[in-house]
Each structure stands twice: as C-alpha cells, then as structure tokens.
C-alpha cells in the first residue's frame, strides 16, 4: 500500500497484519480511480474517514491537498496503523485520529458544528451499513452543502438511488467491492 499522488506520493502505508480480519484496507488502485472521479478540487477541503483501517482515504486526501482529516476507528490495530501513518507521512498536524466507535465520533463531530465536505465510510461489509452510515451522517449534519459522501459496500448490498435527504449521483464497482457517491438531495 502507497499513497498514490499528491504531497506524500509513493510513500508506503503500513497496512494489517496477515492475520488480520478486521481491517480491510481500500486497494491502491480503487483508491486512485476514486480520487481521479473526485478531481483535483481537494484544496482546502475538510474530510471525514469513517471506519478508517489504516486511514489510508483521509491520508491521500490530505497528501493530495485536503486541509484537515478526521480519521474515526475503535480497533486497536486501525488506530496503531491510523497514528503510524499518519506520523510517517508527517501529516499529524492535519490529521486528528477518533478512538471511538463511528456513531458515538459522528455524534460528537455533529456537536462541534464543523461540516465537512467529503465523507468516506468504509464499514465492515457484513454490517450491510449503507443506509445506517447516511442516517448518522443527516442526524449530525456533519455533510457540507455540495458535499459528498462515499460509502464502500459488498457488491450484494443494494445502495439507495435516495434515502434520508441524500440522492446517489454514482456508483462504481470493483469486483466484490461498489463505492456508492451521494450527495445531498
């Protein structure tokens, strides 16, 4: 695993142990298709990386020019990784890592008032979470307007063309893997 482009381009992320069943890191090149389907408008932006794993979304975001990153996660080995990379890549000035299980960091992000503009959530495919991740996110009104938030789901769990105030503008696959874009409708 590297980060693909930006400031920190081709600098490698730790990833999970062989072992490991818990995380399961977003593959470089889904990473880099996504990036290139969000363009080049990171500057500035502020960026939300739920069930982060090894935090490697929110990172190459800030490498490609994203101001802040949130990176939320509960398991001890994604937050040793999340903290790893994040100080490997110099980033921890722009980073703030979350220990807390996603409803309880989305809660208390939504208590802060800080929107952010783009929204990645990662949750473990069995948890079939899609519509969950997107009523977390309307509940705390953490999407910013003309925000997006991009959910990564098992290719058997049906993502809603509209739920909760948000409307799916694309959806793109990845063998088992779909990444669902919504934005608010």
């Not at 992000?109 to 899609?130: K, S, T, W």
């Not at 058997?156 to 088992?176: L, M, T």
Request: proline share 5%; charged share 25%; glycine share 10%.
């Amino acid at each position: 695993m590297r980060i693909v482009a930006g400031s920190a381009r081709g600098r490698p992320l730790a990833g999970p142990k062989p072992s490991s069943v818990h995380i399961r890191p977003t593959a470089d090149r889904v990473r880099e298709t996504l990036f290139n389907i969000l363009g080049q408008g990171l500057e500035g932006l502020r960026v939300l990386d739920l069930y982060a794993g090894t935090g490697a979304l929110g990172l190459e975001a800030v490498s490609r020019g994203a101001a802040r990153a949130v990176l939320v996660d509960q398991d001890r080995e994604a937050l040793g990784l999340c903290r790893s990379n994040t100080q490997a890549l110099g980033f921890t000035a722009q980073v703030e890592i979350l220990a807390l299980p996603v409803a309880r960091a989305v809660e208390q992000l939504g208590r802060r008032g800080e929107p952010f503009e783009l929204i990645f959530a990662d949750p473990p495919y069995a948890a079939r979470a899609v519509e969950g991740v997107l009523d977390l996110v309307a509940e705390a009104k953490l999407l910013a307007p003309d925000g997006q938030v991009l959910v990564e789901h098992d290719k058997r769990e049906a993502a809603p063309e509209v739920h909760g105030g948000f409307q799916r503008v694309d959806q793109r696959r990845f063998g088992d893997t779909l990444v669902s874009f919504f934005t608010a409708s």
